[in-house]
């Protein structure tokens, strides 16, 4: 997951065990929701992907990294790593020296995701597993002292901006 139970209950303040198992589940929900919403897995992981078409780069998602199992083919033909093409982790891009031919298939299996996630996907994490725990508890304002807060809806806005920042853009 993108972010511990212990990360999360530091940030929310939560320092009893009783709902963990609870915690866990919105965790993963909010993880689920913005890889849904960005259209991409955060946590490194190996894809696999079959495309058709002419050019000479195709674009998965950043950051990438080619493992010693991973491999490219085009109609069938195993490519060399840096020979033949090469691997912009940064822009998630492969870019091949030479042209792909129209139609022609072109298969691929690379490691994708973030070794470490970035802190503004963890907070985006740990707003929406807040904004779930308070839905499902009911927990409309806390009471500090002899001062009542609100909740208010400003983490949708913060989470909304993060999910842009890591959007797939179809052309």
């Known amino acids: 997951m993108i972010s511990t139970l212990e990360e999360f209950k530091a940030f929310a303040k939560i320092s009893t065990a009783e709902n963990d198992a609870k915690l866990i589940e919105f965790l993963r929900a909010a993880q689920q929701f913005l890889e849904n919403k960005t259209d991409r897995k955060f946590e490194k992981t190996q894809i696999q992907k079959t495309f058709f078409g002419a050019g000479n780069s195709i674009f998965i998602a950043p950051p990438l ?19 033949d093409f090469f691997v912009n982790s940064e822009l998630g891009e492969i870019i091949f020296n030479k042209k792909i031919s129209r139609g022609a298939k072109v298969e691929i299996q690379i490691q994708s995701g973030f070794p470490v996630p970035p802190a503004d996907l963890k907070l985006a994490v740990w707003q929406l597993a807040t904004k779930f725990f308070r839905e499902d ?15 208010c809806a400003t983490e949708k806005n913060l989470v909304d901006e993060i999910v842009q920042n890591y959007k797939i853009i179809s052309l």
Do not use: H, R, Y
């Open 65 to 83: 990294e080619f493992a010693d199992d991973d491999f490219v083919k085009i109609d069938g033909v195993l490519q060399k790593n840096e020979i």
């Open 137 to 151: 508890f009911d927990v409309k304002s806390k009471k500090l002292g002899d001062l009542s807060i609100e909740f």
